[in-house]
């Protein structure tokens, strides 16, 4: 008599039906991702008529004109955005005009939630959920998408911020370190706090050091910094030149072009020598008025992370209060995830510290369009905080 089959075949459920009802998102999350950006996309196409003219385009396209037409850069202030008249440049020189700048955008701010996406992947060990949670942020948040066919440099330094943070995260070999500190270089061509990037890189340098136990080239790092300092002086000296910092403290300018809600100082201000630096300025002025500069800076601080701005709606108040404030709490739960790699926690954290300080230390806009670019970071810190509930969700629901 022949022998039965073992148990284990009896009892064992087929692994395609098995694995049919716990994998479909799994398997299909990232078509449903896709699906959702083409979806915002074509809502802010639609809702804008295409590209978008409007504030600064005027400038970034004349001076894009002169590059394809002659070659040449010129001075002023705008040279310390040359990196987006460049950019619009090379679709006015293949006469692809305003549509081709921004379609252009669009396409490259879905590679950046591709690339937020991949970078969560890797910092949460592959977990693909706390993946598509970053990316669904990323994505899902209108006044990020909505800058994209708008012909300023919104939308692009968004994208560019974020494949620096894809760049630094994975910078393990030397042509990694090449690549990030390429990326972050065009990073700081589009606006003049494109700074942040590379101080934040150089803070998570030192992080990688100190965590690897590497005190000798620890030492030489923080040598390196101070033997740039006055380069760095050199150069935000000359990023401050065309801005009239001083002016906007003396008006107590809060919001910039919404002078309701200017604070107004009661007493006599103490104002810096105006023939000296313009850093110099700055930190005089700050020495010299601290309760001043402090109030005008915490005010700043407040709106910069995005709560409540005077003129929005209850309602859309309550939504913002609803959304970012667990967003930052999860942000600081991911933050202190010691398994995550420390550098690209500390490098996603200090960008966003320190595009508060400059927003602090200049004015916020009546948008949100100084803080949108570092909202990535704070998804991605999100994303990682709120992982092992994430997998909770995932355990529980077969997902």
């Not at 009546?366 to 999100?382: E, K, Q, Y």
Request: charged share 15%; hydrophobic share 55%.
């Amino acid at each position: 008599m022949s022998q039965p089959a073992p148990s284990a075949n009896l009892n064992t459920v087929p692994a395609p039906a098995a694995e049919l009802g716990r994998s479909w998102l799994r398997r299909w999350h990232g078509w449903l991702l896709a699906g959702l950006w083409l979806l915002v996309q074509a809502w802010c196409w639609r809702l804008y008529q295409g590209p978008r003219f409007s504030g600064d385009s005027k400038q970034y396209l004349e001076y894009a004109t002169r590059l394809a037409e002659t070659g040449t850069f010129e001075g002023g202030h705008y040279l310390r955005y040359v990196g987006y008249p460049l950019f619009m440049s090379v679709f006015l020189k293949l006469r692809l005009g305003w549509w081709g700048i921004g379609l252009a955008q669009v396409a490259l701010s879905g590679l950046a939630a591709r690339a937020l996406y991949d970078t969560a992947r890797r910092l949460s060990g592959g977990h693909w959920l706390t993946a598509a949670l970053a990316a669904l942020l990323f994505i899902g948040w209108t006044d990020i998408q909505r800058a994209n066919p708008f012909l300023l440099t919104e939308s692009l330094f968004t994208s560019l911020l974020v494949f620096s943070l894809w760049a630094v995260a994975r910078a393990r070999t030397w042509r990694g370190v090449l690549l990030a500190v390429l990326l972050l270089l065009a990073t700081a061509t589009i606006r003049p706090n494109g700074f942040v990037a590379f101080g934040a890189a150089g803070v998570a340098a030192l992080a990688w050091l100190r965590a690897h136990g590497q005190r000798k080239w620890l030492r030489a790092g923080l040598l390196v910094g101070l033997v740039l300092l006055p380069l760095a002086w050199v150069v935000l000296n000359e990023l401050l030149r065309t801005f009239t910092l001083i002016e906007t403290y003396e008006q107590g300018l809060i919001i910039f072009g919404y002078p309701q809600a200017d604070l107004h100082h009661g007493g006599t201000l103490h104002l810096p020598d105006p023939a000296a630096p313009p850093l110099w300025r700055l930190l005089s002025f700050i020495g010299q008025n601290p309760r001043w500069f402090a109030q005008l800076a915490a005010l700043k601080l407040t709106y910069f992370m995005g709560f409540p701005k005077p003129y929005y709606s209850a309602l859309h108040c309550l939504m913002l209060a609803a959304t970012l404030a667990p967003i930052y709490w999860l942000a600081l739960r991911g933050l202190a995830r010691h398994t995550v790699a420390r550098p690209a926690r500390v490098y996603a954290a200090a960008v966003i510290l320190l595009q508060a300080v400059v927003v602090m230390m200049t004015v916020e806009d009546w948008d949100i369009r100084f803080s949108a670019p570092v909202l990535s970071h704070w998804f991605l810190l999100a994303a990682l905080g709120a992982q092992p509930w994430l997998r909770r969700l995932e355990n529980r629901f077969r997902l």
